[in-house]
């Protein structure tokens, strides 16, 4: 089944303990992203990947991290997490140049930063 | 700056009503317009618009694109319970970045 898979689902943590939410895609897409959705806000793109090791800021990278060293994986490092991170995240993926720019959205990780 | 501007920001109909949701957008080397349905999880894609005034339709749901305007609608007609969700409009511009609206949020009554 193609599908963009997200670990954990939920997450509640302390500020400043480091963390990584793994992202995973089984389309053979080139272009995956990490979002945040915060009420009244809507979707914000924080990075974002053109294929392996091509990364790129979206609207808001400020306090996190990614990689990029094999097409199907795209994890979200936040090295010190903060209260203002608490928010629900997703992953996607999506073929560039082949006509349809449709995403595919991983399920989401609830996260909490106490 | 690239932004997305949806309206109105939420609406409540009964079923059987039709209903048209708007997305204006200033982006700079705009490539394609998305329209997503995010209900109580991940966004679910709906239409991809790239060229002015050629409808896309599935089913009840139809969406079509202005370019010199820089807006797209979508309609629902006939709505049900199951039109409930956010509606997601979304830019994909030439800079590899997608833009997101802040949503527009459907509620249908039975």
């Known amino acids: 089944e193609a599908q963009v898979t997200q670990n954990p689902r939920y997450l509640i943590t302390v500020t400043g303990k480091k963390l990584t939410v793994t992202c995973s895609q089984n389309m053979n897409h080139e272009y995956m992203s990490w979002y945040r959705q915060d009420p009244g806000l809507g979707l914000r793109q924080i990075y974002y990947s053109m294929n392996v090791e091509v990364t790129d800021k979206g609207d808001v990278p400020e306090g996190y991290k990614v990689s990029r060293k094999e097409k199907r994986n795209f994890p979200l490092i936040l090295e010190s997490p903060s209260p203002n991170q608490t928010s629900l995240y997703f992953c996607?993926?999506?073929?560039?140049?082949?006509?349809?720019?449709?995403?595919?959205f991983g399920p989401g990780t609830r996260l909490t930063v106490l | 700056e690239d932004k997305v501007v949806q309206s109105p920001l939420s609406l409540v109909v009964h079923e059987g009503d039709t209903v048209t949701l708007n997305c204006s957008y200033e982006v700079t080397n705009f490539r394609s317009l998305l329209w997503y349905k995010q209900e109580k999880k991940a966004p679910t894609f709906l239409f991809m618009l790239?060229?002015?005034?050629i409808e896309k339709k599935s089913g009840r749901l139809s969406s079509i694109l202005d370019k010199k305007e820089l807006f797209s609608i979508l309609n629902i007609t006939a709505t049900q319970t199951g039109d409930s969700a956010i509606y997601l409009c979304a830019v994909w511009s030439g800079t590899y970045k997608y833009i997101f609206g802040t949503g527009t949020r459907l509620k249908v009554l039975a």
């Open positions: 790239t060229s002015s005034g």
């Open positions: 996607a993926s999506s073929f560039v140049n082949r006509g349809s720019n449709e995403q595919f």
